[in-house]
């Protein structure tokens, strides 16, 4: 029998869905007692459990062949993967927010942003033009307008109700944010056609 | 001295000791003497050029990785990230029309900026190749065959070399989506391959049958199968079907002299670097994160030195495959050692020792 694939998951909600899609497509897995590596309940895939930004140095390095993550970790990895498959669940925008009645932003003039996603506000604004001085946060950045770090936030947006408490408020959605399947180039070029079949069978109707 | 400074060295650099460095210099003495054996010479290339020689021929991927530097002058110098460029210049500003075929190999460090997160990727050294002057079908056989040859030499079977050709790429798209075609094509980006077809003008049916042509890798018998059914829809312009013949000629050549596992059809290798013209090829060891060598033909590389000859070579990163081979300390001899009342003494008895072949220290 062939060795399991090896995919790489993020901790968290996306997890769970991916975990709830992959048994509609008959791949069983279910993860006990803490454990970080699983497998499936007919052992073709080895699954990893990984903190969502470290998903992509997984697989960059060939330990996860594939992974499942979100545009916004692939736009913080330098590194370049097979993109295999886009899902429909699991998205989410990727927004710039301020204080809410806060003036509309003037796009021509310097920027200044906390986010959790660097790399992406950089090229974000740097393809339309914009100076952005970027202040790098590692989480609940809808403090930094409330405290005045910075005047705007960059930040993945679901339901704005977390922006809303803080008193904040969407002023531009940037771009959609994707849940992609992705392959190292390498582990995929030797073992595409058995990625291929499972592809096939974790594509959505 | 800062503890950065004494315990670091610069991103993009690397030494390594002792049985490493022992292995690696066994493999590449089989290496050039594999080359040798087939009527290659060994060259040098300087560790640093002009950057304005090179500087239309540098990818954006490749400009932000190389080194610069400012000579004596105030020249602007890069230090050597692609052997095949700093070789093309040597070879075409020396070279004569009477030296043609001239086959060349080289074994070099090469020095360029990685990402922390690509630091295990091991591309600073390269052995590899040039033949020069060799057109076609042999040219291309003989480069794919050593490129087989020399990672048979690590003595692991596991590695594949995938073939695409840059010149179909060129039949299908036009000259000015050409590159941009090459580049979604490397990175299998096929919604942009589809955007970039309807830009040509192809029309809705015939564009999904282009990409899933595009997407195939596998061995040449399905490829034959996949070739038959796009020329019935007639789904490629029909200069295309030339290249296509072209990789079923090698392929199946390679095939009739009996390494016909070892290589594959892959269409989504149309070479990243843009001085790619014909063939283009990588080869993917199991385990090993991303490619451990690649190559191609550029037939108009030297053109751009001053010097119109047809070429085709490969570079193999070396470092990244010994990652995976067998320490083989055991079996290469330790030295012994040898004592004496002095060291006189010691000197006469390890010299007997060495006109026997053993190696003895004092």
Redesign the interface.
């Known amino acids: 029998m062939a060795e399991p694939l090896t995919l790489a998951l993020p901790k968290g909600r996306l997890f769970d869905q991916i975990q709830d899609f992959f048994a509609t497509k008959g791949i069983v897995f279910s993860v006990e007692d803490r454990k970080l590596v699983v497998s499936d309940r007919d052992d073709i895939l080895r699954i990893f459990l990984v903190k969502n930004s470290d998903l992509?140095?997984y697989v960059?390095?060939?330990i996860a062949g594939l992974g499942i993550c979100g545009d916004d970790v692939l736009a913080e990895?330098?590194?370049?993967f097979?993109?295999l498959l886009t899902y429909s669940f699991g998205n989410t925008s990727m927004c710039l927010a301020g204080k809410e009645g806060s003036r509309p932003v003037a796009l021509d003039s310097k920027l200044t942003v906390a986010t959790k996603f660097p790399e992406f506000t950089r090229r974000h604004f740097n393809k339309r033009g914009v100076p952005v001085e970027i202040v790098k946060l590692n989480g609940s950045v809808e403090l930094a307008p409330v405290l005045g770090l910075a005047p705007y936030i960059v930040d993945l947006v679901e339901t704005g109700s977390t922006l809303k408490a803080n008193g904040l408020a969407v002023i531009e959605r940037l771009e959609d944010i994707k849940v992609r399947v992705i392959a190292?180039?390498?582990?995929?070029?030797?073992r595409?056609r058995e990625i291929n079949a499972l592809i096939d069978r974790i594509r959505e109707e | 001295m800062s503890e950065k400074r004494r315990l670091q060295i610069p991103q993009g650099t690397e030494a390594f000791f002792q049985e490493e460095a022992k292995r690696h210099r066994r493999y590449t003495t089989q290496l050039e003497e594999l080359f040798q054996l087939w009527g290659y010479l060994p060259v040098k290339t300087p560790a640093f050029d002009f950057y304005d020689s090179y500087r239309p021929l540098i990818d954006s991927g490749m400009e932000g990785r190389i080194y610069r530097l400012i000579d004596r002058d105030g020249e602007l110098l890069m230090l050597r990230s692609d052997i095949t460029l700093f070789l093309a210049k040597q070879i075409a500003t020396s070279l004569r029309a009477e030296d043609l075929p001239l086959r060349v190999f080289y074994s070099d460090t090469i020095l360029r900026y990685q990402?922390r997160?690509?630091i295990?990727r091991n591309e600073f050294f390269q052995v590899g190749l040039e033949l020069i002057g060799k057109p076609g079908i042999d040219g291309d056989a003989e480069a794919l065959i050593l490129l087989d040859k020399g990672l048979s030499a690590f003595g692991r079977e596991d590695y594949?070399i995938?073939v695409g050709s840059r010149a179909l790429v060129r039949r299908i798209f036009p000259e000015n989506l050409m590159q941009a075609a090459a580049g979604a094509l490397c990175?299998?980006?096929f919604e942009s391959l589809s955007a970039l077809l309807l830009e040509a003008g192809y029309e809705s049916d015939r564009r999904k049958r282009i990409v899933e042509f595009l997407s195939f890798?596998g061995p040449i018998e399905e490829f034959v199968e996949l070739l038959r059914r796009m020329e019935a829809q007639a789904s490629l312009p029909s200069e295309a079907y030339g290249e296509c013949a072209y990789l079923c000629e090698l392929i199946g050549l390679l095939s009739r002299l009996g390494m016909e596992k070892r290589f594959l059809v892959?269409l989504s290798e149309s070479g990243m670097q843009g001085y790619y013209t014909g063939i283009a090829f990588?080869a993917?060891?199991?385990?090993?994160?991303?490619?451990v060598a690649s190559g191609g033909r550029y037939d108009g590389l030297l053109d751009h030195f001053g010097f119109s000859a047809p070429s085709v070579g490969f570079s193999i990163l070396q470092r990244k495959i010994e990652a995976f081979l067998p320490d083989i300390a055991p079996n290469l001899r330790q030295p012994e050692r040898v004592k004496g009342a002095d060291f006189a003494d010691a000197y006469r008895k390890a010299e007997e020792l060495r006109r026997a072949g053993t190696p003895a220290t004092i």
């Open positions: 992509p140095t960059n390095h060939g990895s330098e590194c370049q097979f993109r190292n180039r390498a582990y995929y070029k030797l595409y | 990402h997160e690509d295990s594949r995938h990175e299998r980006e890798i892959d990588q993917y060891l199991a385990g090993a994160d991303s490619a």
